[in-house]
C-alpha cells in the first residue's frame, strides 16, 4: 500500500488569494499574479554519451524510483484502499501559452497604455486641480500594469502609492496608517492559527469523517460542499481553503469512480470561490473593503454583519453551484450508481489534533459572539495565535508559522486604500463621473454594479485587486444615486467573487484542475477548459439571479438598507 500520509504546509506569499507552494507535487501557481499556466523549462544540459562528438546532448536515463514502503500505521489517520493510479500529475515539458493569445494580449495591450497619459488631458470640470490628473494617470497606469503585465500586484499598488505621496496629493500617513488598522491584525492571527491547523493533519481525517459510508453520488457531492463552506471561517483566503480541501480531494478520489472525481474537481474550488463571501476573512478583497469604508468615513462591517449577510448567500450559491455541476458533467445513470467508500476505523486524535481542534473551536466560536462579550474578532485572532504557538499548548513553531502569513497581502491592502484615499480626496472619482450617473435610480445603479463586478475577474484576474478598482468607485458614486455606499460596496465585493469562466481567473481553479497530458493518461481525473466553459455557462446566469434577488429582497430583510 502505498504511503497516503500527508503532511502540508501552504505557504502564502502573493498579494490576493493564496496557493500552494509544490504541495504533492502539483506545480505552485506563480505567487503574485494569477497566471496559472506556468511552463517547465525542458532538460537541456548534460553529459553527453560516450563516442558522441557532435556536441549533441545525449539523452539521460530517468531514474528509477524506489518502490514506496508500507506506511506506519502511527502516521496514517486511516487506511485508504489501493489504487494503481497517481494523484498528481506534472505539466508537460514546454508547455505554452497559445501563441494567437499573447499577440491579441500584447496588442490590447499596447493600445491601452497609449491611453493612460490621456487621462491626464481628459475634459474635466474647470475646477479640477493638477490633484485630480494627476492620480487619474497613476490609477490608470496601476490598473494598467495590474491587467497586462506580470509585475506584482503588490509592487503595482505600493509605487502607485509612493508616487501620490511624493507628489503631495495624499499624506505618508495615508500610506502608513492602514498597517496598523484591526483588520490587518485579523488576518495576521488567522493565517497563524491556520499554520497550526494545516500542521495537524486533521484534513486527512476529515476526508475519512465526511465520506465513511455514503452511498449516493449526490449525497457526497453536497456533503464536501457544505464542509468546504464551513472552511471560510478556519482558513483566510481562497487559495489557502483550496490548500486545505485538495488533499480530502485527492484521498477520496481514489475510491471514486472517474467520472465522480472530475465532477468533485470542478465542484470543490467553485465552492471554495463561491463561499468566500460567509465569512469576512474569507478573502482578502473583504478586508480590503471594510478598510476602504472606514477611511472614507463610512461605517464598517462587523465580523459578526459580514457573517449575517455572507452566510446564507454562500450556502444557496455554493449548493447551486454543486448541484449545476453535477448534472453538467454527469449522465442520470452515473448520478444513480452507489459508492462503497467504507474506511476502517481511523485511529484516535491525537494529543496535537485534539488540542489544536478545541483551539479552533474556541476562536470561532468567540467570532460569531462579539455582541455577547465585546472582544474585537482581530484580538480573538491575536489571541489564538499566541496559543497555537504557545510551547506547551501550540502545534506550530511561530517563526515557521509567521513565514505563512502573506505580508505581502498586507502590503497591497494598504497602498489600495491610499489609491481610494487619493482618488477620493483629490475629486478625481467626483470630476470623472459627474453626472454619468445623474438619473440613475437604486434599482439601476445596482444592477450595474452587480453586472460589472461578476464580469470583472475576465479582465482583473485578482480578487483584491478587483476591489481595490471597484469599490472605491462605487462608494464614490453610489451617494448620487442614492444608494447606500457601505450596501453598494457590499453587493459589489460579494458579486466579484464570481471566478469561474477561466482557470487563471482563480488559483483555486488552478491548483484543482491538474493539467491535459495527466488527464488523457488516465491519472486522478481533473477537469479541461471545456469542462469550465461548460459549467460557467450555466453557473453565470444562475449567480446573477441570486445575486439580485439577495440584494433586493434577501439583505435589505436583514438590515441592510440600500437607500440613504
Same mark, same amino acid.
Given at each position: 500500500?502505498?504511503?497516503?500520509?500527508?503532511?502540508?504546509?501552504?505557504?502564502?506569499?502573493?498579494?490576493?488569494?493564496?496557493?500552494?507552494?509544490?504541495?504533492?507535487?502539483?506545480?505552485?501557481?506563480?505567487?503574485?499574479?494569477?497566471?496559472?499556466?506556468?511552463?517547465?523549462?525542458?532538460?537541456?544540459n548534460g553529459p553527453t554519451s560516450a563516442g558522441n562528438t557532435s556536441g549533441t546532448v545525449a539523452p539521460v536515463p530517468a531514474p528509477v524510483p524506489a518502490p514506496a514502503p508500507d506506511p506506519d500505521p502511527a502516521t496514517v489517520p486511516f487506511p485508504v484502499p489501493p489504487t494503481t493510479e497517481s494523484p498528481?500529475?506534472?505539466?508537460?515539458?514546454?508547455?505554452?501559452?497559445?501563441?494567437?493569445?499573447?499577440?491579441?494580449?500584447?496588442? %490590447?495591450?499596447? /493600445?491601452?497604455?497609449?491611453?493612460?497619459?490621456? !487621462?491626464? *488631458?481628459? =475634459? #474635466?470640470?474647470?475646477? $479640477?486641480?493638477?490633484?485630480?490628473?494627476?492620480?487619474?494617470v497613476v490609477f490608470a497606469a496601476a490598473v494598467w500594469l495590474w491587467i497586462f503585465s506580470s509585475v506584482p500586484d503588490t509592487l503595482v499598488a505600493l509605487a502607485?502609492?509612493? %508616487?501620490?505621496? /511624493?507628489?503631495?496629493?495624499?499624506?505618508?500617513? !495615508?500610506? *502608513?496608517? =492602514? #498597517?496598523?488598522?484591526? $483588520?490587518?491584525?485579523?488576518?495576521?492571527?488567522?493565517f497563524i492559527v491556520a499554520s497550526a491547523v494545516s500542521a495537524t493533519g486533521l484534513a486527512d481525517r476529515a476526508a475519512h469523517l465526511l465520506c465513511d459510508a455514503v452511498a449516493s453520488p449526490r449525497v457526497l457531492v453536497h456533503l464536501l460542499t457544505l464542509a468546504a463552506v464551513t472552511t471560510a471561517f478556519i482558513i483566510p483566503a481562497t487559495s489557502g481553503r483550496a490548500a486545505l480541501v485538495l488533499p480530502v480531494f485527492l484521498v477520496?478520489?481514489?475510491?471514486?469512480?472517474?467520472?465522480?472525481?472530475?465532477?468533485?474537481?470542478?465542484?470543490?474550488?467553485?465552492?471554495?470561490?463561491?463561499?468566500?463571501?460567509?465569512?469576512?476573512?474569507?478573502?482578502?478583497?473583504?478586508?480590503?473593503?471594510?478598510?476602504?469604508?472606514?477611511?472614507?468615513?463610512?461605517?464598517?462591517?462587523?465580523?459578526?454583519?459580514?457573517?449575517?449577510?455572507?452566510?446564507?448567500?454562500?450556502?444557496v450559491?455554493?449548493?447551486?453551484?454543486?448541484?449545476?455541476?453535477?448534472?453538467?458533467?454527469?449522465?442520470?445513470?452515473?448520478?444513480?450508481?452507489?459508492?462503497?467508500?467504507s474506511?476502517?476505523?481511523?485511529?484516535?486524535?491525537?494529543?496535537?489534533?485534539?488540542?489544536?481542534?478545541?483551539?479552533?473551536?474556541?476562536?470561532?466560536?468567540?467570532?460569531?459572539?462579539?455582541?455577547?462579550?465585546?472582544?474585537?474578532?482581530?484580538?480573538?485572532?491575536?489571541?489564538?495565535?499566541?496559543?497555537?504557538?504557545?510551547?506547551v499548548i501550540g502545534t506550530v513553531n511561530l517563526g515557521d508559522a509567521v513565514k505563512d502569513v502573506p505580508w505581502s497581502l498586507l502590503i497591497f491592502m494598504a497602498a489600495t486604500v491610499a489609491l481610494s484615499t487619493a482618488l477620493t480626496e483629490s475629486g478625481a472619482v467626483r470630476a470623472l463621473t459627474g453626472g454619468v450617473f445623474d438619473g440613475l435610480h437604486t434599482t439601476g445603479f445596482i444592477l450595474v454594479v452587480i453586472v460589472v463586478s461578476a464580469l470583472a475577474h475576465l479582465v482583473v484576474q485578482s480578487r483584491s485587486a478587483r476591489s481595490a478598482v471597484l469599490v472605491p468607485l462605487v462608494v464614490a458614486l453610489a451617494p448620487a444615486a442614492g444608494v447606500n455606499p457601505v450596501a453598494a460596496a457590499f453587493i459589489s465585493t460579494a458579486a466579484a467573487g464570481y471566478c469561474h469562466t477561466m482557470t487563471s481567473s482563480a488559483k483555486p481553479l488552478t491548483i484543482f484542475r491538474g493539467d491535459d497530458a495527466g488527464h488523457e493518461a488516465?491519472?486522478?481525473?481533473?477537469?479541461?477548459?471545456?469542462?469550465?466553459?461548460?459549467?460557467?455557462?450555466?453557473?453565470?446566469?444562475?449567480?446573477?439571479?441570486?445575486?439580485?434577488?439577495?440584494?433586493?429582497?434577501?439583505?435589505?430583510?436583514?438590515?441592510?438598507?440600500?437607500t440613504l
Amino acid at each position: 500500500m502505498k504511503d497516503l500520509s500527508f503532511s502540508f504546509h501552504p505557504r502564502f506569499t502573493d498579494g490576493t488569494d493564496h496557493g500552494v507552494v509544490g504541495m504533492f507535487g502539483v506545480p505552485a501557481p506563480e505567487m503574485v499574479d494569477d497566471e496559472c499556466e506556468q511552463a517547465m523549462t525542458p532538460h537541456t544540459n548534460g553529459p553527453t554519451s560516450a563516442g558522441n562528438t557532435s556536441g549533441t546532448v545525449a539523452p539521460v536515463p530517468a531514474p528509477v524510483p524506489a518502490p514506496a514502503p508500507d506506511p506506519d500505521p502511527a502516521t496514517v489517520p486511516f487506511p485508504v484502499p489501493p489504487t494503481t493510479e497517481s494523484p498528481v500529475t506534472t505539466p508537460p515539458a514546454g508547455s505554452t501559452a497559445s501563441p494567437s493569445r499573447s499577440w491579441v494580449t500584447v496588442t %490590447v495591450g499596447a /493600445v491601452v497604455a497609449a491611453g493612460i497619459p490621456a !487621462a491626464w *488631458f481628459l =475634459p #474635466l470640470p474647470e475646477e $479640477t486641480g493638477g490633484d485630480a490628473r494627476l492620480t487619474l494617470v497613476v490609477f490608470a497606469a496601476a490598473v494598467w500594469l495590474w491587467i497586462f503585465s506580470s509585475v506584482p500586484d503588490t509592487l503595482v499598488a505600493l509605487a502607485a502609492a509612493c %508616487v501620490l505621496v /511624493v507628489a503631495g496629493v495624499i499624506e505618508a500617513d !495615508a500610506l *502608513f496608517s =492602514p #498597517l496598523g488598522d484591526s $483588520t490587518i491584525w485579523l488576518l495576521i492571527g488567522a493565517f497563524i492559527v491556520a499554520s497550526a491547523v494545516s500542521a495537524t493533519g486533521l484534513a486527512d481525517r476529515a476526508a475519512h469523517l465526511l465520506c465513511d459510508a455514503v452511498a449516493s453520488p449526490r449525497v457526497l457531492v453536497h456533503l464536501l460542499t457544505l464542509a468546504a463552506v464551513t472552511t471560510a471561517f478556519i482558513i483566510p483566503a481562497t487559495s489557502g481553503r483550496a490548500a486545505l480541501v485538495l488533499p480530502v480531494f485527492l484521498v477520496v478520489a481514489r475510491a471514486l469512480p472517474r467520472w465522480l472525481s472530475r465532477v468533485l474537481a470542478v465542484v470543490l474550488p467553485g465552492v471554495v470561490l463561491f463561499s468566500a463571501v460567509a465569512s469576512l476573512i474569507g478573502a482578502g478583497a473583504h478586508l480590503i473593503t471594510v478598510q476602504i469604508l472606514t477611511v472614507g468615513g463610512q461605517d464598517g462591517i462587523s465580523f459578526t454583519r459580514w457573517l449575517t449577510l455572507g452566510l446564507p448567500f454562500a450556502l444557496v450559491t455554493s449548493h447551486l453551484a454543486a448541484e449545476i455541476t453535477l448534472q453538467c458533467l454527469s449522465t442520470p445513470g452515473q448520478r444513480r450508481q452507489q459508492l462503497d467508500l467504507s474506511f476502517p476505523d481511523s485511529r484516535p486524535l491525537s494529543a496535537p489534533e485534539t488540542r489544536v481542534l478545541v483551539l479552533l473551536t474556541v476562536i470561532v466560536v468567540l467570532w460569531f459572539t462579539e455582541g455577547l462579550h465585546g472582544i474585537p474578532p482581530a484580538l480573538v485572532a491575536v489571541l489564538g495565535a499566541v496559543l497555537a504557538a504557545s510551547p506547551v499548548i501550540g502545534t506550530v513553531n511561530l517563526g515557521d508559522a509567521v513565514k505563512d502569513v502573506p505580508w505581502s497581502l498586507l502590503i497591497f491592502m494598504a497602498a489600495t486604500v491610499a489609491l481610494s484615499t487619493a482618488l477620493t480626496e483629490s475629486g478625481a472619482v467626483r470630476a470623472l463621473t459627474g453626472g454619468v450617473f445623474d438619473g440613475l435610480h437604486t434599482t439601476g445603479f445596482i444592477l450595474v454594479v452587480i453586472v460589472v463586478s461578476a464580469l470583472a475577474h475576465l479582465v482583473v484576474q485578482s480578487r483584491s485587486a478587483r476591489s481595490a478598482v471597484l469599490v472605491p468607485l462605487v462608494v464614490a458614486l453610489a451617494p448620487a444615486a442614492g444608494v447606500n455606499p457601505v450596501a453598494a460596496a457590499f453587493i459589489s465585493t460579494a458579486a466579484a467573487g464570481y471566478c469561474h469562466t477561466m482557470t487563471s481567473s482563480a488559483k483555486p481553479l488552478t491548483i484543482f484542475r491538474g493539467d491535459d497530458a495527466g488527464h488523457e493518461a488516465g491519472d486522478t481525473p481533473r477537469f479541461t477548459a471545456s469542462d469550465l466553459l461548460l459549467v460557467s455557462a450555466f453557473l453565470f446566469p444562475m449567480f446573477l439571479s441570486v445575486t439580485v434577488i439577495f440584494a433586493f429582497v434577501v439583505w435589505p430583510a436583514l438590515g441592510l438598507s440600500l437607500t440613504l
